[in-house]
Nanobody, 116 residues
Framework: QVQLVESGGGLVQPGGSLRLSCAAS????????MSWYRQAPGKERELVATISDAGGRTNYLDSVKGRFTISRDNAKKTVYLQMNSLKPEDTAVYYC?????????WGQGTQVTVSS
């Protein structure tokens, strides 16, 4: 079975940091581009960050540039999102996605809450 299992979410204060992890299984992880999406209550899902299959290219949502870093370890079949200088507007459910052309796999989502 295809699985994307996320961990690392939680509650942090503004200015704090979190590191999200997404462990993959059941497909050829190294062939897929990986992304993190997020969705806040009442808002549409938005793409936060992407990383190419070999990790050579990354792209970020403008509002997280300089604060978030996406990385991957193909040997561990895991993608990460390091989130620093967190703001209340970063509060959302974060989803891990694997994509290869028209193939797409999703994780279950993990809650990130940034609040005083």
């Amino acid at each position: 079975q295809v699985q994307l299992v996320e961990s690392g979410g939680g509650l942090v204060q503004p200015g704090g940091s979190l590191r999200l992890s997404c462990a993959a299984s059941g497909f050829t992880f190294s062939a897929y581009a990986m992304s993190w999406y997020r969705q806040a209550p009442g808002k549409e899902r938005e793409l936060v960050a992407t990383i190419s299959d070999a990790g050579g290219r990354t792209n970020y949502l403008d509002s997280v540039k300089g604060r978030f870093t996406i990385s991957r370890d193909n040997a561990k079949k895991t993608v990460y999102l390091q989130m620093n200088s967190l703001k209340p507007e970063d509060t959302a459910v974060y989803y891990c996605n694997a994509a290869l052309w028209r193939l797409s796999h999703w994780g279950q989502g993990t809650q990130v809450t940034v609040s005083s």
